[in-house]
């Protein structure tokens, strides 16, 4: 059996694609997963399985489809690969209000892309994630999911590092 972290795009965002956790829990139960986590509302989930990250991943995506209507990207980390997205952050940890990790669906061989007025922030793309430092504000920030899925091409979703440790912590126990 292998751990995995789930992270589920567009999940209980300003009211849209709403699903409890529990029931979510209840879904992923009955698709033959394994000790089956949730944290906190936004689609973060710790759970075990004997299939790969894709057939999860799929099996995940379908599975909310079939019961609710929604079609909603699914990307599956193992812990190795997790505690490497952390370890390899290149920026300051200093103040955990400006830090994310933005989590793409596939490995990239871009390094740089155009983005026009990102101030202060800065990014750094390494293989399957994107590291943030916004000084500006996520709310003020240009470096946003739906930039990284337009210039690279991949589907992601982005998590602040309090979430990301704490699904690092919770996926250990």
Known sequence: MKRYIVLLRGI?????NKLAMAELRDLLSSLKFQ?????????????????TKSVVCEKIKEGITSKYGYDVPVLARTIQEWEKAVKNYPFSLENEKIVAFTFLDKSVEVQK???????????KINDNVVYLYCPST???????????????????TTRNLRTTLKLLELAKT
Request: aromatic residues 8%.
């Open 138 to 156: 996520f709310a003020d920030t240009k470096l946003s999911n739906n930039l990284f899925e337009r210039k690279l091409k991949v589907t992601a």
């Open 113 to 123: 892309i155009e983005v026009n007025g990102i101030k202060e922030d800065q990014y």
């Open 12 to 16: 209980n965002v300003s009211g849209k």
């Open 35 to 51: 000790n089956v986590k949730t944290y906190i509302q936004s689609g973060n989930i710790i759970l075990d399985s004997d299939e």
